[in-house]
């Protein structure tokens, strides 16, 4: 079992910065694919960005490409988002998600409880 506990959402301006934690804890972290999903008000979940367990390799959804960077932290057993130059379109519940496997072809075995994050233009 694994726990996730996202934090660092809040309110911002359009053109502003935030950045997203996801402390893990449960299982040795460093053996699990890390991922960045979001749902908007009316619509599904998405993904946004996922991280492979050594950090290797990185994926994007192509409307944050160059504005988002995920990152981790092996040792504090934590995963990052940085998001610079937010866009209304970005106001959403970001969720935290992990998989032994990977997040980006599967439904991730493990969710964080979700960060609001509010873009105001």
């Known amino acids: 079992q694994v726990q996730l506990v996202e934090s660092g959402g809040g309110l911002v301006q359009v053109g502003g910065s935030l950045r997203l934690s996801c402390a893990a804890s449960?299982?040795?972290?460093?053996?699990?694919?890390m991922g960045w999903f979001r749902q908007a008000p009316g619509k599904e979940r998405e993904f946004v960005a996922a991280?492979?367990?050594?950090?290797?390799?990185?994926y994007y959804t192509d409307s944050v490409k160059g504005r988002f960077t995920i990152s981790r932290d092996n040792a504090k057993n934590t995963v990052y988002l940085q998001m610079n130059n937010l866009k209304p379109e970005d106001t959403a519940v970001y969720y935290c998600?992990?998989?032994?496997?990977?997040?980006?072809?599967?439904?991730?075995?493990?969710w964080g409880q979700g960060t609001q994050v509010t873009v105001s233009s």
């Open positions: 998600a992990a998989d032994p496997v990977t997040v980006v072809s599967k439904i991730p075995a493990y």
């Open positions: 449960g299982r040795t972290f460093s053996n699990y694919a």
């Open positions: 991280i492979t367990w050594s950090g290797g390799s990185i």
